[in-house]
């Protein structure tokens, strides 16, 4: 499941559709991200997200496909919010459910790194000192893209 | 002949820049989307920064593309700054 | 906060508490593993889990403060439920929040790891063919314990 | 002098299949858990598999210890398998 919406989202209701109907499911790792005082610069009093409409959902999909060749899970959850954002507030949720433990781990950071570097989303975050979109850290890109 | 147009958007920092979200341009058979971005450019002001130190990320009809790609009509082509999501 | 117990736990009452009070928030990462069909051997039917009490809980604040030292993270919580369980049900949780969502990766993993390791807990599975104690995984040994 | 004596402690399969989660047993100025595990494998039966070939953790005070290790008056002994929680 994709996601990309203005509305907040509900923990449990996430981890109950990644628990799923069976009773093979092991291990559920969830990462989700907030947005916090600093980031850039200090003194960040909120964020604006853009996204590309359909490309953005495109983008995420593909990721899933490659997770699920290179690791053996079973559901993905992957929520994006768009638009203005306080502080404190969810941006993303990332959930993966598998029978092991180390794939449900790789496979949620696998997919929470690679949206950063390679998903069209754009943060800007809204300051003391005004606004400014956000530059990409080296850390987050990926070679080739 | 009837005139091949292709889509152009650009989003974020580009678009608040440009202060373009969208625009049509006309393309010629063989056009790459580095021609799309040098006569863009040449508009000058603003503009340039699409040839300029600054990556610009490029999709076309919402697959990731560079410069040499080739343009068809009615294809989407957009234009953005490397991306911050996540 | 670091609790064994019988009762089950919600994932968003756990998800509220690390995501404290403050604005430096920046990830948080959350494993939970659930019983499962198939383990040691196939058709489980429950688990029964085994504790020490009181060396248990000092064991995992024992990893959690190594967690502390190795990692910027600001809040963890660990559960481990003990007794009879079914199957879907959860049995452990370990949340961890952090300003960096490295970090939090990191020394989500490293807890759960850990914990299967080097703390006094002990699961025996209830299966169609009887009962038998869960012989650790070569893969879950830690050197030197 | 008084007589010291050490608690001792059985977990998981050790438990069930010494029948047994707690007992006190005498100890001596200089004994070891070592020599407690081969008092206890000495009862023979169940007891020799304290010294058989599937490992026995042991833990004195709540800490992870060693058959080397020294005993105290009034020391919590724990035997128990390699741990399978999480």
Same mark, same amino acid.
């Given at each position: ?11 449990? @209701? ?13 291990? #559920? @790792?969830?990462?989700? $991200? ?9 003194? @960040? ?32 959850? @992957? #929520? ?21 433990? +180390? ?12 949206? +950063? ?5 754009? +943060? +800007?975050?809204?300051?003391?000192? $005004? ?15 | ?20 979200? =969208? ?15 040098? =006569? ?25 593309? =560079? ?20």
């Amino acid at each position: 499941m994709i996601s990309i919406q203005t509305a907040d989202f509900a923990p449990d @209701v996430e981890y109950q559709a990644l628990r799923g109907e069976g009773e093979d499911t092991g291990a #559920i @790792v969830t990462f989700t $991200g907030l947005v916090r005082d600093f980031g850039d610069r200090q003194g @960040v009093t909120g964020l604006f997200l853009e996204h590309y409409p359909g490309m953005t959902e495109q983008a995420i999909q593909a990721l899933i496909d490659q997770a699920h060749q290179r690791w053996q899970i079973q559901r993905t959850r @992957v #929520i994006h919010r768009v638009g203005n954002l306080d502080l404190g507030e969810r941006i993303v949720f990332v959930g993966v459910a598998s029978a092991h433990r +180390k794939d449900a781990f790789a496979a949620c950071e696998y997919l929470i790194d690679a949206l +950063k570097a390679s998903v069209p989303l754009w +943060k +800007k975050e809204r300051g003391t000192d $005004g606004d400014h979109w956000v530059e990409q850290k080296a850390s987050d890109r990926q070679p080739g893209f | 002949m009837s005139e091949t147009t292709v889509t152009v958007l650009f989003f974020a920092r580009l678009r608040e820049e440009l202060e373009t979200d =969208r625009l049509t341009l006309p393309v010629s058979p063989g056009d790459t989307v580095g021609d799309v971005l040098s =006569r863009l450019a040449a508009r000058g002001g603003r503009w340039a920064q699409l040839q300029g130190d600054q990556p610009v990320m490029i999709a076309v009809n919402q697959t990731m593309a =560079r410069p040499g790609t080739a343009l068809s009509g009615d294809d989407e082509v957009a234009f953005f700054p490397p991306v911050t999501g996540g």
